[in-house]
């Protein structure tokens, strides 16, 4: 059983849909206070009236991550409602597809910008306060592609969730002298809007190439985080969970139909 996690003031990036809304969910269960941060305001504070309506704290936040005010005026926000910071879930991403061939400069950054760029200044915004209670705790949402896997259409997708570990790897080591840990979530597919939205045969395709048959839920990335999260985890900094029903561990097809 670990250490409950009642009364911590956690931030979630992209709160309010899909894996940033189950992490909300898993936290908020456990009495932790969320603030539900995502561009989109309606959306935000819909999730967080129902994570109150299930008997949780949350508000939301409107704020861009890849813009440093908007970042300053989340830590701020979240400094004010609930008195510090404690945890923050960099989760925030977008995974437009685009083959090279086709893709523009702009669509790189805009990517580029929100996955990776994002981390960096959300956890800028908010280390000063993850550090006053020399414990405070940064679990970032990677995934599988780009550090594990590759998918056509995804090179600026995987270059930022790559990326993203890359950076980890020295923030955990700055980190550590105020406390601080830093530990990333590597998805498989999970059923979130942005990936419903991949279509159908996107999905069902994705779940015959998985070992456990299934996509997984957004709560299953929620409990991964609340592990990172939690007081037993306090010695973990730097490293990855994957948690992708064992979609990267056949090494061909041939693998997958012999089971
Ligand atoms: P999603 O359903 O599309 O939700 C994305 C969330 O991020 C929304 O709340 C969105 O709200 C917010 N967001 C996007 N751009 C933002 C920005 N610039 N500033 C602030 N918030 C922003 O996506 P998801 O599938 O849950 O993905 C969440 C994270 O998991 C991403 O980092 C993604 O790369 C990672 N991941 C997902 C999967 C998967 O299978 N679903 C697998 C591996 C990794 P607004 O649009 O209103 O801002």
């Known amino acids: 059983m670990f250490t409950p996690i009642r009364g911590k003031s956690v931030i979630v990036t992209g709160g309010s849909k899909g894996i940033g809304k189950g992490i909300a969910s898993v936290f908020a269960k456990q009495g932790a ?8 305001l309606e959306t935000a504070q819909t999730t967080a009236r129902e994570i109150a309506a299930a008997g949780g704290t949350a508000s939301a936040f409107q704020a861009d991550v890849a813009k440093w005010e908007d970042m300053e005026a989340m830590a701020s926000a979240a400094v004010e409602r609930h008195g510090g910071i404690d945890i923050l879930c960099a989760n925030a991403g977008v995974f437009p597809d685009a083959k090279m061939r086709d893709m523009t400069a702009e669509q790189w950054d805009e990517v580029l910008g929100t996955n990776l760029k994002g981390c960096f200044l959300s956890i800028k915004a908010c280390m000063a306060h993850l550090g006053a209670s020399g ?14 896997t590759g998918f056509p259409g995804w090179t600026h997708y995987g270059a930022s969730k790559s990326g993203q570990l890359g950076f980890m790897r020295t923030a955990a080591i700055e980190l550590a002298g105020d406390g601080i840990t830093i530990n990333a ?37 929620g409990n991964a985080a609340l592990f990172f999260a939690s007081k037993e985890a306090a010695f973990i900094t730097g490293q990855t969970i994957v948690v992708d029903g064992g979609q990267t561990l056949p090494e061909s097809l041939e693998a997958m139909q012999a089971a």
């Open 33 to 40: 206070r969320i603030l539900v941060v995502a561009r989109g």
């Open 135 to 148: 414990a405070g705790r940064v679990i970032l949402t990677s995934s599988i592609t780009g550090p594990l």
């Open 185 to 221: 979530v590597l998805p498989g597919n999970i059923k979130t809007e942005g990936l419903i939205q991949l279509g159908e045969e996107y999905l069902a395709t994705m779940a015959s190439s998985i070992p456990l048959k299934k996509l997984g839920a957004v709560e299953d990335i």
